[in-house]
């Protein structure tokens, strides 16, 4: 998120000495997006940063990937998926292309410290509770939250409540950004963007784990995945400052714009990803002419494949489908798709609706994932003609 925070203690100018009570130098570190050219933050360390003891390449399952063939309209059944493990280890990757994957997990134990070499990572909370640990401090999460680890955090997820958190993970191949139409040319939300900084939290003070422990940090790189052994617990951050950091935002803070007539999907954008986009629908009024049809038309999807992932409320365009809360669908370019038939009907006179989805549209076709073929409901590319 591009504006300005400090967290902790910090020196009163950038790259000077900067020591602790006992005399001992702090290390500071940058971290610096494309280049050293955009965002940035610079972090003080109690030890190097730099010190790791071992490395080891961590073997993995290979993972089996499918095109869509023959491309379909397809709806996938997430909370079939298998429940446990981690935030970071237990995810089910479900749809994927070079831009970005896309993954579901039912999580209740904390994750091992985990670092991602390729991208932001972005999180949907769809319910539960779990606080994210980083360097950079610690950013607590519940449900409806979407929370931004920009690439090379090293973060955790702790999970220590009854209930386990039911996460979608985008892990993009860059990095994920406010739409730069909402913005102004110095970075600010703009007036009339659905939300502003008031919505956005971020860790508020250092968090300090004392140990004198090697620790370690698994790293995706760009391929496969290393295990680093570190002298010292990461967590040793006394300070930072800067415009990159790990960041959440709320679905219900997502403000709707509404219309006479149908307003089309840009209006729901909430971020800018690397050949992606991502949408909020939330729960809203109806377009108010009396003659206004609320459920959108037939479309298109021209330029991308559409994936909905249905997250609360009602979905009352896609009635008598199968869709229901946890289920994802995948619309791709080559297919006409809309609300299946009668919904047109059921949403003439309501004043509004209840839904509550999170909408990626990817640039790119998608591959379906061996977790997707395992929870497909092979029935919904017919149901527009059975339900018509
Ligand atoms: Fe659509």
């Not at 006992?22 to 500071?28: D, H, K, P, S, V």
């Not at 080891?56 to 397809?74: D, F, S």
């Not at 009635?319 to 370019?333: E, W």
């Not at 047109?344 to 839904?355: I, Q």
Request: net charge negative.
């Amino acid at each position: 998120m591009p504006y300005y925070r400090q967290v902790g203690e910090i020196p009163r100018k950038r790259h000077v000495q900067f020591r602790d009570g006992g005399g001992t130098l702090r290390a500071e570190e940058l971290m610096s997006s494309n280049g050293f050219s955009e965002e940035s933050a610079l972090l003080y360390h109690a030890r190097p940063p730099t010190a790791i003891t071992a490395a080891e390449t961590v073997e993995t399952e290979e993972e089996r990937v499918h095109p869509n063939q023959p491309v379909l309209p397809r709806h996938f059944r997430l909370h079939e998926l298998k429940s446990g493990g981690d935030p970071v280890t237990g995810r089910h990757l479900f749809l994927h292309n070079s831009d970005l994957r896309l993954s579901y997990v039912v999580a209740g134990e904390t994750s091992p410290l985990y670092r991602d070499a390729v991208g932001d990572q972005l999180y949907y909370l769809e319910s539960g509770r779990a606080s994210l640990e980083s360097v950079f401090g610690r950013l607590e999460a519940g449900a409806g939250d979407y929370v931004v680890v920009p690439t090379h955090t090293t973060h955790r997820w702790v999970v220590d409540e009854p209930e386990p958190v039911r996460m979608l993970v985008v892990e993009a191949s860059g990095h994920v950004q406010v739409p730069q139409r909402y913005l102004s040319t110095r970075g600010q939300l703009k007036e009339g963007a659905p939300y502003s900084e008031r919505d956005i939290r971020a860790p508020a003070e250092p968090l300090l784990v004392e140990s004198e422990e090697e620790a370690d940090v698994l790293v995706r790189p760009r391929a496969g995945f290393t295990r680093y052994r570190y002298a010292h617990h990461p967590f040793d951050v006394v300070g930072w400052d800067g415009c990159l950091y790990p960041w959440a935002f709320s679905i219900h803070d997502f403000e709707p714009i509404v219309g006479r007539l149908h307003q089309p999907p840009p209006v729901h954008q909430t971020f800018a990803g690397p050949n992606f986009v991502v949408c909020s629908f939330v729960p809203r009024l109806f377009d108010f002419d009396p003659e206004a049809v609320p459920v959108p038309y037939a479309h298109a999807n021209v330029d991308s494949d559409e994936v909905i992932f249905y997250c609360g409320g009602d979905f009352m365009s896609r009635a008598g489908a199968g869709i229901g809360q946890g289920s994802a669908s995948l619309h791709p370019s080559g297919f006409v798709h809309g609300p299946q038939p009668g919904s047109v009907e059921r949403a003439l006179g309501k004043p509004g609706t209840k839904e509550l989805a999170v909408m990626v549209d990817t640039f790119r076709p998608l591959d379906l994932a061996q977790a997707a073929l395992d929870v497909e409901d092979e029935d919904y590319a017919w149901t527009w003609a059975r339900l018509g």
